[in-house]
């Protein structure tokens, strides 16, 4: 291998300061609110990338410019956004349950930066690594819709309510079939620990070794994570030519801000989940055949750097969602529970059962 | 590969709740003081709600028809089923065959279950409005 500076290193060293200075409980304490604090960082860092490339993407796809105004090709649109967003004055309206109004959109952000924790960033870098790291996420991931929901609720507007209900319904299906989905990798990984999962995809990616129902779980994993997302062409919570701006119609200033921070935020989450499961988290590609050839590629791809590989993945994954944006019209709430009820339900249970047969007679490379 | 959780596992978790936590309360906290440096403008037509933009009709805690009332209720049906699927699939390469076995018998369940759901009308939410 290469010698250059890993994660493991710059962790390890910051483990061996801390114990120079305090008990080795205090250092666990520290080491793990550091940690938090990092994967929020780059997480908010990434959410930043995210909103400046949503805007570019949506000019691209319709044939202007996006942000040019802000610095050199409008890079410092997002941060002006975040500062004019700062200095708005965030009040809750009269009619409002101010309370509620006010717990829901900490609620939603909380629930969404807790899911980080069990991911896996790196070789050996996870802040939690549990053996039950995917079902946390799925559990967690849950209940999002409850802040939604009080927002929609507390806000005493007629259609902040109407959003909130279609994404509480929206929301709730579409967690079935990407649970299948998530099931189906989990069948062929045999683990749940996200490093775990990585691990078993060391010599392809599932995307790859586990034949079509892998590729069809992968597609409905994004399908419904896209759903879960609020994202178009689901974003019926957020419908504005019908309802305003749905549930965060009453929300101004930095609590406007939380909401639309952890849209991506879940956004990020969704598509990391997806890498982890189907497209190997950090691993770089790698072919599961056993020729000469073969290994010679596998090692190539060993010099391009984990973490290159991780974001690669989850922003190419952000990227189809900014395309599905785009190229799909809103569906009508009846239609988008038509089709996980009717299509995407079933078809990820048979699919399941599809990836079962595959495994035990190891069809899977 | 035996291992078994304690209480001290989830130490991770309750961290990330404090340090999210924090971040919701510091970007308020942030926001709020830079805004009352400014004077604030109160007025009876700018603390009421936004709605639409027009004049607001009524209150809006108002008994409605939720039709997808359903979804609540089929929705813990199947999400508890496919909990269940959790723990067989992590040990499904060890069981093998016997193991697809029982879960086609469970899967077989589940398809009854729905097929029945389906033949009743569940999902076709906009069948009486015509």
């Known amino acids: 291998m290469i010698s250059m500076i890993e994660f493991t290193d710059i962790t390890a060293w910051i483990h061996s300061l801390l114990l120079s200075v305090m008990t080795p409980t205090w250092t666990y304490i520290v080491e793990l609110?550091?940690?938090?604090?990092?994967a929020l960082v780059v997480l908010l860092v990434c959410v930043i990338i995210m909103v400046y490339m949503e805007r570019k993407v949506a000019g691209f796809m319709q044939?202007?410019?996006?942000?040019?105004?802000?610095g050199p090709y409008g890079i410092f649109q997002v941060i002006a956004d975040v500062i004019k967003l700062l200095l708005k004055e965030s009040f809750s309206p009269n009619r409002a349950d101010k309370v509620m109004f006010n717990i829901?959109?900490?609620l939603a952000l909380c629930v969404s930066l807790m899911a980080l924790a069990p991911i896996s960033w790196a070789p050996g870098l996870t802040m939690w690594d549990t053996n039950i790291g995917i079902l946390f996420i799925t559990a967690i991931s849950s209940m999002g819709v409850i802040g939604i929901l009080m927002a929609g609720w507390s806000s005493n507007n007629k259609y902040s309510l109407i959003g909130a209900m279609r994404s509480g319904a929206q929301i709730v299906s579409y967690e079935l079939s990407a649970g299948l989905s998530i099931v189906t990798a989990v069948a062929?990984?045999?683990t749940l620990s996200t490093n775990g999962i990585i691990q078993s995809q060391a010599d392809g990616w599932?995307?790859?070794?586990?034949?079509?129902?892998a590729i069809i779980a992968f597609l409905i994993y994004v399908i419904a994570s896209t759903a879960e997302c609020n994202r178009a062409p689901f974003d019926l919570a957020e419908a504005?030519?019908?309802l305003t701006a749905g549930y965060h119609t009453e929300y101004a200033g930095m609590q406007f801000g939380i909401f639309y921070l952890n849209e991506y935020i879940n956004m990020a989450i969704v598509s990391i989940i997806a890498s982890t499961l189907f497209l190997g988290g950090w691993m770089p590609f790698h072919l599961p055949f056993d020729y000469p050839v073969v290994h010679v590629f596998n090692h190539i791809m060993d010099f391009i750097p984990t973490w290159m590989w991780f974001f690669g993945k989850m922003f190419l994954i952000i990227f189809f969602m900014m395309w599905f944006r785009w190229t799909f019209p809103r569906l009508r709430i009846d239609q988008l529970l038509?089709?996980?009820?009717?299509?995407?339900?079933?078809?990820s249970i048979v699919n399941l059962l599809f990836a079962a047969v595959i495994i035990v007679?190891?069809?899977h490379l | 590969m035996e291992t078994i959780s304690v209480t001290s596992d989830y130490i991770p978790i309750l961290i990330q709740i404090v340090v999210a936590l924090s971040f919701v309360v510091v970007v308020m906290l942030v926001s709020h003081f830079i805004i009352t440096k400014r004077r604030r403008v109160r007025s009876i037509k700018k603390e009421d709600n936004f709605e639409c933009g027009i004049e607001i009709e009524g209150n809006a805690r108002f008994p409605f028809s939720v039709k997808y009332f359903l979804i609540a209720i089929l929705f813990v049906l199947f999400d508890v089923e496919v909990i269940f699927f959790y723990p067989w699939a992590v040990n499904f390469k060890e069981s093998g065959w016997s193991g697809l076995l029982y879960m086609l018998l469970f899967v077989a369940l589940f398809m009854f279950g729905f097929y029945y759901i389906y033949k009743k009308g569940s999902f076709d939410w906009n069948k009486d409005e015509e």
């Not at chain 1, 609110?33 to 990092?38: F, H, I, K, Q, R």
């Open chain 1, 338 to 347: 038509k089709l996980e009820w009717k299509y995407l339900l079933p078809i």
């Open chain 1, 188 to 190: 062929l990984a045999g």
């Open chain 1, 63 to 70: 044939l202007r410019w996006g942000p040019n105004r802000v």
């Open chain 1, 206 to 213: 599932w995307i790859l070794k586990g034949q079509i129902p």
């Open chain 1, 240 to 242: 504005e030519s019908e």
């Open chain 1, 33 to 38: 609110a550091l940690s938090g604090v990092t």
């Open chain 1, 104 to 106: 829901a959109p900490a």
């Open chain 1, 361 to 363: 007679l190891h069809w």
